[in-house]
């Protein structure tokens, strides 16, 4: 008991440093300077950490008001809006529901700028892959906040419509490279298919070994490019 609670008092600590350190990097960044919505991110992202260890209210609504700070700074990378939008949506959610909103509603209406075709394609996929579940999170979120059903399958179109996108240029970005290298582009596209199939109740390895195996193929396919 004496050294779990010696534990939690060091990760506390830390945290308290990461702290510090977040908010004099935000004190030492003009309002109007575009480094500052990834600082007051990084001060949000210290300030839930701390939060999720110490449990201390003043730290969960400091960490909220300085992401919703983030995420209206209208200079800032889009990235980095959605990120601050959707860690402090989820600190909202269940004491401030119509706040929560807007921040979802502000991040999903801002996905088509991190995933535009002038991208690299690994690039969207990245992007997309750091805010996994943010759009269903916010039709979730804006039918408890009774909004019309047509703004909540709005949201959801939006997302369904970027995924749908990335696996059309995906599908044809093989298409492309079977014309060099046939052999690797059927084996990706086997495995792919045979995942796509798998049913949602299947084994857990068996989705693991098979997504692994793909993993494997992409890679062999960049090492190509």
Do not use: W
């Not at 945290?15 to 001060?43: F, K, M, Q, Y």
């Not at 983030?70 to 990120?83: E, H, K, L, N, T």
């Not at 039918?143 to 995924?163: A, T």
Request: hydrophobic residues 40%; glycine residues 6%; neutral net charge.
């Amino acid at each position: 008991a004496l050294q779990r609670r010696l534990l939690v008092k060091g990760l506390i600590e830390d945290s308290n440093d990461s702290v510090t350190i977040a908010e004099e990097a935000v004190e030492l960044t003009a309002d109007d300077h575009p480094d500052r919505a990834g600082r007051l991110n990084n001060l949000g992202n210290a300030l839930r950490l701390r939060f999720e260890r110490s449990k201390r209210k003043e730290d969960q609504d400091r960490a909220i008001e300085v992401y919703e700070k983030a995420s209206f700074m209208v200079i800032a990378p889009p990235f980095v809006r959605i990120g601050a939008a959707f860690f402090g949506s989820r600190l909202l959610i269940g004491h401030s529901s119509h706040r929560a909103n807007s921040l979802l509603g502000m991040a999903v209406a801002l996905l088509p700028a991190i995933t535009s075709p002038h991208m690299p394609l690994g690039d969207r996929h990245f992007n997309v892959s750091q805010f996994a579940g943010m759009v269903p999170l916010a039709a979730s979120v804006s039918l408890d906040c009774n909004e019309s059903p047509d703004s909540v399958l709005q949201l959801l179109e939006l997302g369904r419509g970027i995924l749908a996108s990335l696996q059309l240029e995906v599908r044809s970005d093989i298409s492309a490279l079977a014309d060099s290298y046939p052999d690797i582009a059927r084996r990706f596209d086997r495995i792919r298919n045979e995942l796509d199939r798998l049913p949602n109740n299947s084994r857990v390895s068996k989705h693991f070994g098979i997504s692994s195996e793909l993993e494997h193929r992409r890679d062999l396919i960049r090492q190509l490019e």
